[in-house]
């Protein structure tokens, strides 16, 4: 998938955290949440501009989504140490998911593709592909934006409604 297959896609698969955050936190919060993710989304796709990456390897795995998600749990922790312990654990597995659902809704919308992703790699060879589009397929790309933008939006209001 190009850029705006990859925004649509971490909108769609951040959804559900987003209704959460938006009715434990606020609307406001459940928007940064859903901003954050979108401009995160082609992060694995930087291997494109490092030498020796191959294009879809480390970056496309579940390993690569454990270590980004441990990263941005671990500045989570520290965020909330600031506060006290339970803060600090609830902050910090607030960041390891928005990090590690980031990179996991990547690999999803690039396992719609021929090319596939090999997630377990080098642990496990596996391809996995749904073979349903090219990566430069256009109508594809702006469905999938169009589909998180409304999934997004569903969410955020839904939550919003949730008396607390």
Do not use: C
């Not at 940064?32 to 989304?41: E, K, P, R």
């Not at 312990?85 to 990547?106: K, W």
Request: glycine residues 12%; neutral net charge; hydrophobic residues 60%.
């Amino acid at each position: 998938m190009y850029r705006k297959g990859h925004v649509g896609a971490s909108l769609v698969v951040y959804a559900p955290f987003g209704f959460l955050v938006t009715v434990l936190a606020s609307i406001e919060v459940g928007l940064v949440g859903a901003a954050g993710v979108a401009s995160l989304a082609m992060v694995p796709d930087l291997d494109t501009r490092v030498p020796f990456v191959k294009h879809r390897g480390i970056t496309h795995t579940v390993w690569f989504a454990l270590l980004v998600g441990v990263a941005f749990g671990a500045v989570g922790v520290a965020v909330g140490l600031q506060r006290g312990v339970v803060e600090a654990l609830l902050f910090g597995g607030a960041g390891f998911l928005f990090g590690a659902v980031t990179i996991v809704s990547h690999l999803l919308a690039d396992a719609l593709t021929p090319m596939g992703i090999r997630p377990f790699a080098p642990v496990r060879d596996a391809e996995y592909t749904l073979d349903l589009f090219t990566a430069a397929n256009p109508l594809a790309n702006y469905a999938l934006l169009g589909l998180g933008v409304v999934v997004i939006t569903v969410a955020l209001v839904a939550g919003e409604a949730v008396p607390v």
